[in-house]
């Protein structure tokens, strides 16, 4: 059975009513399986598309990735023979009868470009952390996945492990009573940085590389060979969001989770020497937010810490000599005790006396939950509800990072920086001409 309940009709990207996407709700047969466009096939995406067609209830339909070599798009059509292929993914979606849900792997500045319409489409999308690269993208996905009706997951896959989900659990129970402070980190290297700026000239674009649809939205540049793709798009603000970008929707997410936090009311960052093209070296981003149930006052506070070698200073977390700070992660300060939630292992009570056994809560899996979802089995907990508040308190601290030394204050509802004209400029970005996103 492939035709929806009521009857659909061609349309317009972006032109479409909220009451013919709710329309668009399918009730599957028990062997008909749900049809997957992959948007972005090496890196992650090899991953995302492994994991999600591992279900026998998903078949890959249709691969798309702007390098047809052997690592990328070559790879996954040798293995998924019977999908189409395409490099654009605008031509795939042309053909948006032909597949169901849609998952993005691509770098960070194309996810909201590819999510928004397929959204628009009717097709339940799992989307790369961070959700977008922009604090409006952020917004725009959540608007969008409600006014659509699609299911929806961000790949922060670490949320459904067990890890996560027992240190989660702990929080909510009480185990180290209201939380007054968090601490969150990541120590690791940016291996990715390999030029101080923007490099004069060009090399000669690879035969099997589509340069201009890879640029997509982004402002056009020369290739150069190494510096962009793959991988090490990280280093440069046109296309991600350096090192908080990268390791905030994961490190920050059981904070997120556990405390129940939504959006925070001021942020302020200090950093190392930065440029407008390429990332930090090294950073502290402070968070105030609204206080929940969860946390001893009105008021919490949460600082996250990176580059390489960089943590938060011990003698401000109360810690016996003995415990050591894992590499990244995070330390929930509460008023009965502390929990240290390394990324990605299992928590650690630190409390007077000895500590009770933890008792571990069972992983989940983050792909197959979407895709029993779009099927209409269960729900997700990475939805673009809660994926775009931890993605725009993630990006806000991008944005201090480009006001630095400044307490940025937050209004969510107006989605403005109230006392910085320049850091609510960047809560976007100009897009190249003919890529804008389709906004809600
Ligand atoms: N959840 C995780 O643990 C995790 C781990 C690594 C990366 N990621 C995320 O996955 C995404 C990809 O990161 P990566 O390290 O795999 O990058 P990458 O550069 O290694 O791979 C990106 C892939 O997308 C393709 N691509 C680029 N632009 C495209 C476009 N416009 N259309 C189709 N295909 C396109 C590339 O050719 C390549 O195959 C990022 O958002 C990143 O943050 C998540």
């Given amino acids: 059975m492939r ?142 996945a409600k006014k659509y009706g699609v299911v929806t997951q961000m790949g922060n896959q670490i949320q459904s492990h067990e890890a996560y989900r027992t240190a989660v659990k702990l929080v909510r129970d009480g185990t180290i009573g209201k939380v007054k402070e968090v601490h969150s980190w990541q120590s690791g290297k940016m291996g990715w940085i390999l030029a101080p700026d923007r490099p004069k000239g060009a090399d000669p674009v690879p035969e099997k590389l589509h340069w201009d649809e890879w640029l997509g939205s982004a402002p056009s540049r020369p290739y150069k060979k190494s510096l962009y793709h793959d991988f090490n798009w990280r280093a440069w603000q046109d296309f991600s969001n350096g090192q908080l970008g990268d390791f905030g929707c994961h490190i920050l997410d059981p904070v997120f989770m556990a405390l129940g936090l939504t959006a925070p009311t001021t942020v302020r960052a200090k950093r190392s020497e930065m440029n407008r093209e390429v990332w930090y070296r090294s950073s502290v981003v402070e968070y105030e937010f609204p206080g929940t149930d969860r946390t001893a006052d009105k008021t919490v506070k949460v600082t996250w810490y990176d580059g390489e070698g960089k943590g938060p200073a011990r003698d401000k977390l109360g810690l016996k000599a003995d415990v050591k700070l894992p590499g990244s992660g995070s330390l929930l300060i509460g008023t009965k005790g502390s929990l240290m939630v390394p990324h990605v292992a299992m928590p650690k009570l630190l409390v007077d006396g000895d500590a009770p056994a933890i008792k571990p809560e069972a992983a989940v899996n983050h792909y197959t939950t979407w895709a029993d979802a779009c099927r209409g089995e269960g729900k997700t907990t990475s939805h673009f509800d809660y994926a775009s508040a931890l993605t725009e308190a993630v990006l806000l601290g991008t944005v201090a990072l480009r006001v630095p030394d400044e307490t940025l204050k937050w209004d969510t509802a107006a989605l403005t920086v109230t006392n910085s004209k320049e850091a609510t400029a960047l809560l976007t970005k100009p897009y190249r001409k003919g890529w804008e996103p389709k906004w809600v």
């Fill in 3 to 144: 035709t929806p309940r009521l009857s659909r009709r061609d349309f317009a990207l972006g032109s479409v009513s909220a009451l013919a996407a709710a329309s668009w709700s399918r009730v599957y047969g028990a062997n008909e399986s749900l049809r997957l466009a992959s948007v972005g096939v090496g890196g992650k995406g090899w991953d995302d598309l492994n994991q999600i067609s591992a279900s026998p209830k998903v078949s890959a339909a249709a691969l798309c990735d702007t390098d047809e070599s052997d690592k990328f798009l070559g790879r996954a059509a040798t293995k998924f023979k019977d999908a189409k292929t395409f490099t654009d993914w605008r031509k795939l979606f042309d053909q948006h009868k032909t597949f169901d849900a849609v998952s993005v792997s691509t770098p960070d500045h194309m996810h909201a470009p590819v999510a928004l319409p397929a959204m628009a489409l009717g097709k339940h999308v799992f989307c790369q952390k961070p959700l977008t690269h922009t604090v409006h993208e952020a917004r725009q996905m959540k608007l969008a």
